[in-house]
């Protein structure tokens, strides 16, 4: 009996001198958890993302941290698919025991992986989930990617810009796509509160190569604006075959062709189209400028908006944390209120962005929802020969 | 309707049907010699427009075993189309060893065979993404000098189509003759018609059935592979899946155009490309199943297809 009393005494005492040598010692790294494809056919973007995250790291760390208290990255590669993402949130959460996950990459990783997170009470920032529902999955879920409703009309606007005498208007859209559907009725939408006139709407598959009926009806009614929502090889050919059959007016590509992969697909044809973006490199303000002079330190050219939106992610968890650490010190914290009071504070507040100003908007069942002051529209200028391109920023 | 856009959409219908037409001539030769259907011709078709993209030292992306590598000189691109379709008439006899060859000296079941062609036809496509990753190519434009498209119609009324199908449509009528000239008037032609008609027979009459079939998929090899590069340059090379995608419609057109029979093929195509170009505006995402409904009323009126014969049954 008193022996086993004495290690019953000996082991409190114990754990009690632990809980105190940890108050004592300097608090260790808060863990945030990354988890983007970083292997697999999105790992171009995935490398984007881990190196814009990285670069927030660095830079925040550097200024202190949370009051005082750094920040760690976990990394854990979600994959390009949908199980490995899972899998990757799951370790995030119970064994890597982080405060909250920047992830996933896709929109239909975003539908997986995310319920997981939302059951384990976890804040979840996505980085470049743009599809329609994804705060919707759970209060624990936001995104500070712009989503293509918001984001999309503003291409229409550039449009408008250059060609003052514009007036018709044709849509076409993968029709066998969700994305793309609900991208062009947006589009189409946004076509007629312009009060521009939308002269015909047209319809492909994402398998489709030869693009030669629509094209004719499209150009029967003679446009002044093409927009095309399809992915990079069957928009990108369709864009291809528009410029072949002599079509010289403007042209919106959504955000399917939001990428570089489309320029071998229409190479010099690729020149002029204009794209709805959410970042701009040129955007002036300290923190861009911050962000930027690392980026172009590593990489020797300006950041890609999958950078700068996974930068905003960190961002966005490191200036809630110092928040919440303010009001009551994290340290007192046990990790599951952590988690809760975590997601609130990060809901609530307004952040000076590399993407400009945001915050977000919420309501009942839903995390947060990317309310983005600045947009941007870039075009794409292509050399004659058609072996290289770049995004120029038109506004 | 008026007779511009009439004629427009004519044109559409042959220069879409001219790709389904050039695309089914290779299939047809293999199964109206060996009355198989070789699913390998999708893949065959593939590797040969992958061959002519390498040959003109065109660089590889990013994913595959090959990313960045260059072949150290460029070829111009009618001998790169030349070497390209040589390679695929290899891998064509390649595949007809491995794949057909040790089926047929065991007297297998055609659907075997058929099998084992989808089989190959998938690892074939697996291997080409494995080496040369899944993103899209294209050629460097042999026609960039040529204007994008040939008008049909006058300056006021264009009617346009694209000179890229231009080409295609020539190219397919060119194939189409010299096919027809070699089954019909050479000793190798009247050879592989015997074969066709019964391989022991004409093996007992002293023709050589083992080289004519090996000959057959050379021919049906270098006519995928310039196919293939034909259409790549047309749509890109949008993939190691591209030539699969045209498997079925080309089955559907040599179907149509009457099993076996070289200008059946490529009138299948025309009649296919024409029935889709007529699809109203509004259901033309679904001009595939118009294609396969005019299909199924075609064997319902005519089984033996719209050239072919009909097979009278040997009792």
Redesign the interface.
């Known amino acids: 009996m008193s022996r086993r009393l004495s290690v019953s005494v000996s082991m409190i005492a114990l754990a009690l001198l632990c809980g105190v040598m940890a108050g004592f010692a300097a608090d260790p790294p808060i863990p945030i958890g990354v988890s983007v494809a970083q292997t697999g056919p999105l790992a171009l973007a995935g490398q984007d993302q881990v190196l814009g995250a990285q670069i927030a790291e660095e830079l925040f760390n550097k200024q202190g941290g949370v009051n005082g208290r750094p920040i760690k990255l976990v990394f854990q590669d979600g994959g390009s698919d949908e199980p490995t993402s899972i899998n990757a949130f799951q370790n995030l959460i119970n064994v890597a025991k982080v405060v909250g996950i920047l992830g996933p990459s896709l929109s239909q990783q975003a539908f997986a992986a995310d319920p997981f997170a939302v059951r384990a009470k976890v804040p979840v920032i996505g980085p470049s989930n743009t599809a329609k529902g994804i705060p919707q999955i759970g209060e624990f879920v936001s995104r500070v990617s712009a989503p293509v409703a918001i984001v999309a009309p503003n291409a229409v606007k550039a449009a408008m810009d250059i060609n003052k005498n514009l007036k018709k208007v044709a849509v076409l859209y993968a029709q066998n796509d969700a994305f793309n559907k609900s991208e062009s009725e947006t589009f189409q939408q946004a076509v007629r509160d312009l009060k521009l006139d939308l002269a015909t709407v047209q319809t492909f598959q994402t398998t489709d190569t030869d693009f030669t009926a629509q094209i004719t009806n499209v150009l029967n009614v003679k446009p002044d604006l093409v927009i095309v929502s399809g992915f990079q090889v069957d928009g990108g050919n369709l864009i291809k075959q528009l410029r072949d059959f002599g079509y010289k007016g403007l042209i919106v590509g959504g955000n399917g062709v939001n990428t570089a992969a489309i320029f071998p697909v229409c190479k010099a044809k690729c020149d002029g189209i204009l794209i709805a973006q959410a970042y701009s490199p040129a955007y002036k303000s300290k923190i861009n400028d911050e962000f930027k002079a690392v980026y172009k330190d590593k990489q020797k050219k300006d950041p890609p908006q999958f950078s700068a939106q996974a930068f905003t992610g960190i961002q966005v968890f490191v200036e809630a944390l110092r928040a919440l650490d303010k009001k009551s010190p994290l340290a007192k914290m046990d990790l599951a209120a952590l988690r809760i009071e975590l997601n609130k504070q990060l809901i609530a507040g307004t952040y000076d962005t590399p993407l400009g100003e945001i915050s977000f908007s919420t309501g009942p069942g839903m995390g947060g929802e990317i309310v983005q002051k600045q947009a941007y529209v870039a075009q794409i200028k292509m050399e004659p020969d058609g072996t290289k391109g770049t995004f120029v920023f038109v506004k | 309707m008026n007779r511009t856009?009439l004629l427009?959409?004519v044109l559409?219908g042959l220069?879409?049907g001219s790709?389904y037409a050039i695309f089914a001539l290779g299939y047809t030769l293999i199964f109206s010699v060996l009355r198989i259907i070789n699913f390998t011709h999708g893949a065959i078709f593939t590797i040969g427009a992958y061959a002519t993209y390498a040959l003109t030292g065109s660089p590889f992306?990013?994913?595959g075993l090959l990313a960045g590598a260059t072949l150290p000189f460029g070829l111009p691109f009618v001998l790169a189309l030349l070497g390209g379709s040589l390679i695929a008439a290899i891998c064509g006899v390649i595949v007809e060893r491995l794949a057909f060859r040790p089926l047929r000296l065991l007297g297998a079941d055609p659907l075997l065979t058929l099998v084992s062609s989808l089989g190959v036809a998938v690892a074939l496509v697996n291997v080409t993404q494995y080496l040369f990753g899944?993103?899209?190519?294209?050629f460097p434009?042999p026609l960039e000098r040529w204007p994008?498209?040939v008008n049909f119609g006058s300056a006021s009324q264009?009617v346009?189509v694209?000179?890229?199908?231009v080409v295609i449509f020539g190219v397919s009528m060119v194939m189409l003759v010299l096919l027809t000239y070699l089954m019909n008037a050479t000793r190798t032609g009247k050879a592989l018609r015997a074969v066709a008609e019964d391989m022991t027979t004409s093996s007992l009459l002293g023709i050589d059935t083992d080289r004519l079939v090996l000959l057959t998929f050379v021919i049906s090899g270098f006519l995928g592979g310039v196919t293939g590069t034909l259409?790549g340059l047309?749509?890109?090379l949008?993939?190691p899946y591209?030539g699969i995608?045209f498997g079925l419609k080309g089955l559907a057109v040599i179907v149509l155009g009457g099993l076996g029979d070289i200008p059946g093929a490529v009138v299948g195509g025309l009649v296919i490309g024409l029935a889709?170009?007529f699809?109203p505006?509004q259901y033309?995402?679904y001009?595939?199943a118009v294609a396969f409904a005019l299909l199924f009323i075609v064997l319902l009126v005519r089984p033996q297809g719209l050239l072919g014969r009909a097979q009278v049954q040997k009792v």
Request: charged share 15%; hydrophobic share 50%; aromatic share 4%.
């Open positions: 856009l427009q959409q559409n220069a879409i790709v992306g990013i994913n899944a993103e899209p190519y294209a434009d994008a498209a264009p346009l694209r000179t890229v199908q259409i047309s749509v890109g949008a993939g591209f995608a889709e170009a699809v505006a033309i995402a001009r595939e």
